[in-house]
């Protein structure tokens, strides 16, 4: 199959405005008549429910947590970009679209990301105008500050707390549709299955997870904002209701899972401290704009950091990458860091760590204006760790963090099935292999307040649809199929938890699928997971009613599809034979150790179909064309 | 450093909204002290699972104190003994070793129970639903810079916008009030002038529907702002007030 | 006037009815507490100090009656408070312990304005109630001061007079609106300081009657 990514021809620059004039636009007076159903309620669910209901449609939007205001958005820290170019410094909506294609090693679509840039300026303005208390200059302008894989300052924060102040951005614009009536709010809902009828996304089933009922809506079209996938590795910085149940029930019904092997691995975390922690803590990037990283020079040096003369440290990114220093992308200070534990340079007490160093610069601009910036951030990492990092450098290590994989679309965001539209983390369009800072926000929000808006109007104005009610058979039987599912769930009573399940295929996928990749250990894990996932289905144990509040129950769906997901995602690593991004494939490197792409052979988007429980997923290629940019093997030094 | 505790929990246990709840008592043996509290009740729970019954219901997410989601009273504190965190953010090393600890819901009129630890803070969204937001519509923007605000009032309005509307404030009050948390909405917004053409008709809607929804009134307590795990002052509730008169004595709105 | 009446009976329309009613009675205190002063000058000094006060005829009746009205207002609202209050958490913690905001003052304002309710009347039936036609007011005072038992409750009423003002001053500010970094301590300290005028400048008089006179 030939996947259509619906691209607009002529000059990049000019794409999005032809093509917004050439989409069929609906009557205002209709528009009240088109249900559209958008499940999660982080920036770009909560951004589209609101300006969607703005528009005119009657919108039902539905999220797992108990209020809107808590998808895991908010626990973006360090910013947002936008390509303002308020500090001179040479910005450009060219410059922030060349900077993510190259971030995300030139595996991202050139008119999505374009589009991206473009629609950052205009974000910053809608959030000023919501309410969003960015930081300031003293004379009352916007302060900015940078960025990994940028040498401009184009982030916009809000102390260390910018994706919460976005978010309740956006949570406010929809508080106000539902006070009007345009949107209706269902909380404490998960999405167990999505309705197809005659190739169309017509509704969705889901879980009222207070009293358990099992609940059928209808849509003209259903958008997806559900979120990434990172917590297949049981421990990532995602929350812990984040999952993949959503996007890969989509999947089964039909959705193609792009790139599914594109999982970021974040730098700046707190390192690991024990078996039974259930989540990793971020410590925003921005921390690298006056941090500094080292490690002892000397392997196996056991010393405290304050014991250690300045001679005997190194700072292994500012000496490899003398142009970008501590700033370079996620992915490749995620894989240092990881190189100088491997040769045991490592510190803290199992050795997984490195520091970050704030000692100059409290030293240059004082402990108040750091306290200033950070303050968040160090008062998070003493809560945890109990070590001041204001006396001591943090240790930090690479963690889980995002997901630039994600249910395929095309320029409209609409999937290969017709009237489901992904929006955000949970599609794959815009990082590529990598995400830069600061653009997960920019994604969301660009996606839920500028793009969806216009595209989903081209469709509804532009598709028949039958008329249909949640009587239609297609509603009943995902209902059994739902209910059974539960059922079975609740009837093994085995011997082992969830969460021990869950724990087992997280470690296995972040050794054989995490920071680096090879061959065999796919190979590996995936005979382990297939073993891991029979045992599940035989030997969990999950207690309580189906009909009841039970967070056993909902944890045990999520995991069962982790463990079904997780083999599409390797299956994803093993296929692409080359490193670009964060899928770093040890076969596959530069003299330097740099990821090594083969932009001959693996130039492309690998969109995975389902074929039936029994069978491996089907790949089928968006080949990647890129006319606007040259490809080129990434440098930061 | 690192040390192993035992501790004796009291927890709160009720099957549902309208059932009787009592507090039982579980063990909770060798916890390391670099646990959070949250993690402290996952071990709990993992042993009662494989006991074959219900394990404890609480509500939780994003286990960085930014969610808003986690919450329970810990020996009669809002969020446990420690300043400015919330449940999942306190560490067991605020404990020591042979401690009992009594784990509480949220109580409040206007916030039900649902089961166990968790309960329905809806309320706190409908008290934003009257009128905690900007009317403007995606896409009318003007230019981000054309209105400078100055520096100290941005910082002032990120103060109160550092809410998470965790409902401790609520839990922590005498009174079971929300004003703490109706005032940093408010507040957040009468600063910013992006937010003044509202203001007005904004603290009238809020603090009506805050009345509806049956929460307490305000006494000046102060516990409030000593349990907020973001450290919001009643400063804020001084603007409300100023906000409120305002708009009694001096707008048209009714 | 619809807006009025809703204005004042919300949760913070009838919060500034306490405020506004409690800085009424701050004020009244004031001018009481300097009239009493007189009392250490002796009893011709009160006597006349009395004396001046009647001249005002209707004045002081227009007086007594803004500040019936005034405690009428303070007392029911805040009795609807409280009940208010009590019913917004129907079912209560087992564990309860304070945070750091609470104080005594905070703690047990309903119960120090529901004992001072009654000693006002006491008070009232005491000195205000009585036969004036043959004993001076400084008769009355002395005679009644001078029991022990008597003098010990108008110091106890005085005491708890003190408390409730300990809270009462700052939150009247504070629920006017009147907080701001920059001069919320000193309203603070001005609190403390107040009721501790208050307490020793009426606490003492029990004591100079009952000890010295």
């Given amino acids: 199959m030939q996947l259509d990514s619906k691209v607009p021809g002529g000059p990049l620059s000019e794409q999005w405005d032809k093509h917004r004039c050439e989409l069929k636009l609906v009557n205002p007076a209709n528009k009240r008549k088109f249900n559209i159903i958008v499940v999660g309620t982080g920036l770009a669910g909560g951004a589209a429910s609101a300006s969607l209901a703005e528009l005119g449609y009657y919108v039902k939007t539905f999220c797992i947590q108990d209020s809107p205001r808590r998808a895991h958005s908010i626990a973006a820290q360090g910013g947002i970009n936008g390509a303002k170019n308020y500090p001179n410094d040479g910005d450009s909506i060219q410059h922030l679209f060349y900077d993510t294609i190259k971030g995300g090693d030139f595996r991202a679509r050139e008119s999505n990301v374009y589009r991206l840039a473009q629609a950052s300026v205009d974000i910053i303005d809608q959030c000023v105008a919501?309410?969003?208390?960015?930081?300031?200059?003293?004379?009352?302008?916007?302060?900015?500050?940078?960025?990994?894989?940028?040498?401009?300052?184009r982030t916009f924060y809000a102390r260390g707390q910018t994706g919460q102040q976005l978010l309740l951005g956006a949570y406010s614009a929809l508080s106000r549709q539902i006070n009007a009536g345009k949107v209706e709010m269902f909380t404490r809902r998960e999405m167990l299955d999505l309705v197809v009828i005659n190739d169309q996304a017509r509704g969705i089933i889901v879980r009222n997870l207070i009293t358990g009922e099992i609940e059928s809506h209808d849509a003209d079209a259903v958008v997806l904002c559900t979120g990434g996938y990172a917590n297949v590795f049981f421990l990532s910085t995602n929350a812990m209701a984040s999952n993949v149940t959503a996007s890969f029930r989509a999947y089964k019904k039909g959705a193609f899972f792009a790139n599914p092997c594109f999982t970021q691995i974040h730098p700046t975390c707190i390192p690991v401290h024990g078996t039974f922690q259930s989540k990793l803590t971020l410590m925003s990037e921005s921390l690298r704009n006056d941090g500094r990283v080292w490690v002892p020079k000397n392997p196996g040096d056991k010393r405290p950091a304050n014991q250690i003369p300045e001679s005997e440290r190194e700072y292994y990114l500012e000496n490899q990458y003398p142009s970008f220093g501590n700033l370079v992308p996620r992915d490749v200070a995620s894989r240092r860091a990881k190189e100088q534990c491997d040769i045991g340079k490592g510190v803290g007490e199992?050795?997984?760590?490195?520091?970050?160093?704030?000692?100059?610069?409290?030293?240059?601009?004082g402990r108040d204006i750091i306290e200033k910036k950070y303050g968040n951030l160090f008062q998070m990492y003493e809560k945890i760790t109990a070590e001041n990092p204001y006396e001591t450098p943090m240790m930090i290590y690479p963690a889980i963090h995002y997901t630039m994989g994600g249910l395929w679309v095309d320029y409209n965001l609409m999937s290969n099935l017709e009237g489901l539209f992904v929006l955000g983390e949970a599609n794959f369009s815009d990082h590529g292999a990598n995400r830069l800072g600061a653009s997960a926000l920019m994604q969301g929000l660009a996606d839920g307040y500028f793009i969806i808006p216009y595209t989903i109007g081209g469709y509804l104005a532009g598709t028949s649809r039958k008329d249909i009610t949640t009587d239609h058979p297609a509603f009943k039987d995902a209902v059994k199929m739902v209910k059974a599912r539960m059922n079975n769930l609740l009837s093994i009573k085995g011997k082992r938890t969830v969460d021990d399940f869950h724990r087992e295929l997280g470690l296995t996928l972040w050794e054989h699928c995490g920071m680096s990749r090879n061959e065999e250990g796919l190979k590996k894990a995936k005979e382990h997971i297939k073993g891991l996932q029979e045992e599940f289905w035989q030997n969990v144990t999950v207690p309580g009613r189906e009909k009841d509040f039970n967070q056993s129950l909902e944890r045990a769906g999520r995991v069962a599809d982790f463990l079904e997901f997780s083999q599409v995602m390797i299956e994803d690593a093993l296929e692409r034979k080359e490193s670009c991004g964060g899928h770093f494939n040890e076969a596959f490197q530069t003299d330097e150790n740099e990821a090594l792409r083969d932009d001959e052979n693996f130039c492309h988007v690998s969109a995975w179909e389902f074929k039936g429980d029994d069978k491996d997923p089907e790949m089928h290629k968006e080949p990647l064309v890129f006319k606007n940019v040259e490809l080129t093997q990434r440098s930061y030094k | 450093m690192t040390k192993a505790i035992n501790l004796t929990l009291k927890v709160w246990r009720q099957q549902g909204p309208d059932l009787k709840g009592r507090l039982e008592t579980y063990d909770a043996k060798n916890i390391s002290?670099?646990?959070?509290?949250?993690?402290?009740?996952?071990?709990?729970?993992?042993?009662?699972?494989?006991?074959?019954?219900?394990?404890?219901?609480?509500?939780?997410?994003?286990?960085?104190?930014?969610?808003?989601?986690?919450?329970?009273?810990?020996n009669g504190r809002a969020h446990g003994p420690e300043k400015g965190t919330t449940l999942c953010q306190l560490h067991m090393r605020q404990f020591s070793d042979n401690d009992i600890i009594v784990i509480e819901p949220w109580r409040a009129k206007a916030f039900k129970v649902i089961k166990d630890l968790v309960v329905d803070r809806s309320a706190l969204d409908k008290i934003i639903q009257a009128g905690g937001y900007i009317s403007v519509n995606t896409g009318g923007a003007q230019d981000a810079n054309s209105i400078l605000v100055p520096q100290e009032t941005a910082e002032l309005a990120m103060d109160a916008a550092a809410c998470i509307g965790c409902g401790a404030c609520v839990a922590a009050c005498p009174n079971a009030s929300a004003m703490l948390f109706t005032s940093a909405k408010i507040s957040q917004l009468a600063l910013l002038p992006q937010g003044k053409p509202e203001a007005a008709r904004r603290a009238i809607a809020m603090t009506r529907v805050m009345d509806k929804l049956g929460f307490g009134n305000c006494t000046n307590e102060r516990e409030c702002e000593a349990e907020c795990p973001k450290e919001i002052s009643i400063t804020n509730i001084a603007r409300m007030n100023r906000e409120y008169l305002k708009a009694s004595f001096i707008s048209t709105v009714q | 006037m619809y807006w009025l009446t809703k204005t004042f009976t919300t949760s913070i329309g009838k919060k500034i009815l306490m405020a506004l009613t409690g800085l009424s009675f701050c004020g009244f205190l004031t001018v009481h507490l300097i009239g009493n002063l007189t009392l250490y000058g002796g009893q011709d000094l009160f006597n006349a100090y009395v004396e001046h006060l009647h001249s005002l005829g209707p004045v002081i009746t227009l007086f007594e009656w803004g500040l019936l009205l005034l405690a009428i207002i303070h007392i029911l609202t805040g009795s609807i408070l409280f009940f208010q209050n009590l019913i917004s958490r129907p079912v209560r913690y087992k564990v309860n312990k304070n945070a750091g905001g609470r104080t005594l003052g905070s703690a047990t304002m309903p119960y120090t304005g529901f004992i001072l309710m009654l000693f006002i009347i006491f008070h009232l039936f005491d000195f205000h109630f009585v036969d004036h036609t043959n004993q001076t007011v400084y008769q009355i005072v002395s005679n009644s001061l001078s029991q022990?038992?008597?003098?010990?409750?108008?110091?106890?009423?005085?005491?708890?007079?003190?408390?409730?003002?300990?809270?009462?001053?700052?939150?009247?500010?504070q629920t006017l609106g009147a907080n701001h970094p920059k001069y919320m301590p000193t309203i603070k300290n001005i609190g403390i300081l107040f009721s501790l005028i208050i307490g020793?400048?009426?606490?003492?008089i029990p004591i100079f009657i009952a000890f010295i006179v």
Avoid at chain 3, 200 to 204: A, D, E, Q, R
């Fill in chain 3, 148 to 173: 022990i038992g008597l003098a010990t409750i108008y110091l106890v009423a005085v005491i708890i007079a003190a408390v409730h003002i300990s809270h009462g001053f700052w939150s009247l500010f």
């Fill in chain 2, 33 to 74: 002290t670099d646990m959070s509290f949250l993690e402290m009740i996952d071990v709990v729970n993992e042993k009662i699972t494989l006991e074959g019954k219900e394990p404890i219901a609480f509500d939780n997410d994003c286990r960085e104190g930014i969610c808003g989601m986690c919450g329970a009273v810990i």
């Fill in chain 1, 130 to 153: 919501q309410g969003v208390p960015f930081a300031r200059e003293y004379g009352g302008l916007l302060a900015n500050r940078s960025f990994g894989g940028a040498q401009v300052s």
């Fill in chain 1, 350 to 365: 199992t050795g997984l760590a490195v520091y970050l160093d704030f000692a100059e610069a409290i030293e240059r601009d």
């Fill in chain 3, 200 to 204: 020793i400048g009426f606490g003492f």
